[in-house]
């Protein structure tokens, strides 16, 4: 056995060796995948670059004379069962009836501050522990005065490369974390023969363990001194010419060509309750060092890179961005948010280092990503870089999906599924319920109670909203039998819930009590947030059920006994607690009643829910922690509005990156750049409301470009390409037969045999049957979207009483009312805070048309009768037509801005009607009459873009008409003169 290992290292230290060929000559050059830095990195935090394979992570920080490589294996951890008093958070002794005091006390009295719980809830963290570093990697080569120094990361190929001349030789190193060798590997090359010497070493902030060598091998073991968990390294160095030969603690190659060496680390961790300890990992340490010793550099790497490509080629990214030519760190700080070519670049960049850091901290067979990934230089690295689940280890798989990386989700699922044993016992012995539970943040150990820090330690609705991201996997990849496996877990945190919701005396509705929107405020019944995760979770449950061919009907009842946590409060805003307690100057960074719109998917942009949203998300501001603003990224995307999304993204860039593009809270948090990778995602493709919907939430700082590869549910590969914020022509790749539905003016769509696909239109959104294996194309437009047809009105409204109108069109184009002026002899009342706005839609091309209304005109300034287009564009897409502070009507569309003479008679209902003629005549007719006109350009109308349809208030909900409103329609024809005293009977046949 001892033959044959040496004889296996002989022949891998042949094959190490290779010079700095033209390949890695040529990847020297920029290009616009790469981080790259002309100094060695002196900050870990802000400077280190890192790699990773999930389990093991590495940064480098490329220096000269020495090199440092901070090392990580993920589970190392502190804390858990072998720690002192560690209590998995559960309660030391029973305490009879709390839960229940605190519910009585909340009924009585509303509210009860946090510290006043915790008092009665809570309990000291004991045995939590946090998360450790392994240590670092030295390289000592002594070389001094180097000259053309590079240091960089490359996206595409996921390896750290520096690279200098010292003494007239060019020295290059390699670094990459392999997955399927689960090792780290590292080459030293010179330009010339026998020019590689250095000694490597290792050290450790923990006093805990012991290095050996033989063999140019490193050994590294020892334990946790708090809970006893082993652990082991060992590093193979590997020679081509030279020399090598062992020290005590250290391996040392003289005049070698080249050296490699790789490493693996390990510990005795399993993620099983209640022990979550398993097999010492000497032997698989030991096994994977020796594999990837007998591999060589090339294979290696090749194995790597087909790995690491699978996932990563397939999402790309064009956003018209050029190839920088300053490195990394002065892109950032140079960066404005702008729309300049560099600015594009580092945005693209940043998406991309999104995906790049999910693949590299998170693959099966390890722990999920946590707080800072799987990089932690420290033993006593913030929050633990531990499992916070109010919102961060959620955000951490954001991106997963919709970016194609589905693989990274496997660490995640098995952690949701493994959490349900502990949290099972939690709720038993916290709840005496059924069901499993965790709350603020836990650890690789089953953490699934609580601590007493007042502000953070209550947060039952962990579990549910963890839950998403099971069903999320099934609704993206349509994989029954992956459904089936997650089912129980989400059905017992189901039951969870029925068990423990309150009725609430306010109401008779169900909600969660005690309830604590995260973070803030004081505890109460019914917060938004816990409202919203119960409703989804309870959503979720019944239609998987239904897809496994099984009912709950218990989850059925209680989710239609449950408040919804929606509720528009005095402001207009989106409260956040069951009473209207919000405050306009609340700047708090989470903005955790937003949930039902993102991550959520319980509000529809264009309705009044949506509009109360954009109401909080404003009155928030657009400051915040690094993950406060990626959120904001996301909730702008869901509300369509991507200017304000492409804002959210540049402040975090701005403000919250650090010059390794890390995000930072402050300090360094991982979330937020997978949050931020997230939001470009939805900027440009959405699908949570069962529609496939490209190019949602462009911003103008992307004229054009494209992005393939994204993914929608449905199981459906998406293409996109954009320009001037449509979709110029979208891809569709299924995974299989099925009902496509797309929100798109695009209107031919294709095959890839070249045939027309049939498909029906309603509104904005086209349906089609997509057979398994085949392509399609949408094409045909821009240019005008399908012509409005003329023999029947594109809108109908007559309210007469609660809160939606229907369309008597039958055009499907429902308004909402949003704010409540109440009604009078038929008329909706407009008391500046009401208005009328339809979901989403495209009213398609008006090559003439009429607009009227039954109306009476109040108040001053700029008063808005119909809306369809983006605020204060005066181009021709959509159509604005409203009143002047001088009382003229005024009308913006067909390309020109048209203040007519028609001044309108204020303080009484008239009849308004305004024709737009083929030539671009506009004719302002007052109770019949004709009252006034102008002229505009003769293209008509084009309403083809995507947005709500607004009636008395812009698309930001401003501008608003006061008086009252009886009936109002709009026409895809020119009403004549003598048609215009008829418009109600023409338009309400
Ligand atoms: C949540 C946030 C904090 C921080 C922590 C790790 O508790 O409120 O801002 O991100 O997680």
Redesign the pocket.
Known sequence: MRLLMSAVLLAATLVAAGGTGPAARAAAVPDNQTLWYEQPATDWETQSLPIGNGALGATVFGGVATEQLQVNEKTLWTGGPGSPGYDFGNWRSPRPGAIGDVKAQIDRDTRMTPEAVAARLGQGKTGFGSYQTFGDVWLDTGHGGATGYRRELSLSEAIARVRYTSGGVDYTREYFASFPGNVIVGRLTASQPGRVSFTLRTTSPRNDRQVSVSNGRLRIRGALADNGMRFEGQIQVLTSGGSRSDGGDRVTVSGADSAMFVMSMGTDYADTYPSYRGADPQARVTAAVDQAAARGFDALRQAHLADYRALNDRVRLDLGQGTPQVPTDRLRSAYTGGSSSDDRALEALFFAYGRYLLVSSSRSGSLPAN?QGVWNNSTSP??SADY?V???LQMNYWPAEQTALPETVAPLTRYVQQLAAPGRRTAQEMFGSRGWVVH??TNPFGFTGVHNWAT?FWFPEAAAWLCRHLYERYRFSGDRALLQSVYPAMREAALFWVDNLHTDPRDGRKVVSPSYS??HGDFSAGAAMSQQIVADLFGNVLAAAAVLGTDEPEVRQALAALDRGLRVGSWGQLQEWKADWDSRTDDH??VSHLYALHPGDAIQPGTAFAQAAKVSLTARGDGG?G?SKAWKINFWARLLDGDHAHKMLSEQLRTSTLANLWDT?PPF?I?GNFGATSGVAEMLLQSQHGVIHPAPAVPAAWPAGSVTGLRARGNVAVDVAWRGRAAERVTLRPGGPGTLRVRTPLSVLKDDTGAAVPYTRDGDTLTFTAQAGRTYTLTGSPGPCATAPADRPVVAWDPVSGTTVTDSSGNGRTATIVGSGGYSAGALLLNGSTYLTTAPTTLGLLPEATFAAQVRIAGSGYRRLFDSQPSGNPGDDGIIVDVTPSGHLRFIGAGRNITTDAALPTGRLIELVVTLGRTGVITVYVDGARAGGGQTGAGGIMGCATRPLRFAADQDGRQRLSGAVDRMAVLARALPAADVPRWKEIAFP
Request: charged share 20%.
């Open positions: 707080l913030p929050w916070h109010n919102i961060n603020n943040e953070s995260p973070e960074r989470h922690t993950w809270h948090q979330d």
